[in-house]
């Protein structure tokens, strides 16, 4: 005895549209028709395309309706809220690097002021080195 896992969809026949294209079963997440499988051709609803639609399911009842557009309802509202945490993150991504660039900068302007005070400390102690050869030699 052997048992069949698989479901009914796999059973029903490939259906081809006017043009050709085949028509997969999708599933409807409009808030008219939560839960509602259909047929529809890959071109419908865009320019040039064929009209076929049909629709497999019956109306769901009034609860599975209400239940759908519910969890529809706060998927959208966690989209916008994962939407705006993005938004924030990458306004505060771009204000570090903004910081982390202004400390570069300010990091090279100071090493710079200390090279050149570097070399002006230098050339004060080379000229004076210069001028100060005897106090050096051993007698």
Not at 28 to 39: I, Q
Not at 110 to 137: C, D, T
Request: hydrophobic content about 35%; charged content about 25%; glycine content about 8%.
């Amino acid at each position: 005895m052997s048992s069949n896992n698989s479901s009914s969809s796999e059973f029903m026949a490939e259906v081809r549209c006017r043009c050709g294209y085949l028509a997969p079963i999708k599933m409807s997440w409009s808030y008219a028709n939560p839960g509602k499988r259909y047929r529809a051709c890959p071109r419908y609803g865009g320019l040039g395309s064929c009209r076929y639609f049909e629709w497999m399911d019956y109306d769901v009842s009034e609860r599975v309706s209400n239940v759908l557009r519910g969890l529809l309802k706060k998927a959208d509202k966690y989209e916008k809220e994962i939407e705006k945490l993005q938004f924030t993150i990458e306004k505060k991504d771009h204000e570090l690097k903004k910081k982390i660039w202004e400390s570069n900068l300010k990091f090279l302007y100071g090493f710079g002021i200390g090279m050149v005070f570097a070399g002006f400390v230098i050339s004060i102690w080379m000229r004076s080195a210069s001028g100060n050869v005897g106090l050096m030699q051993l007698n």
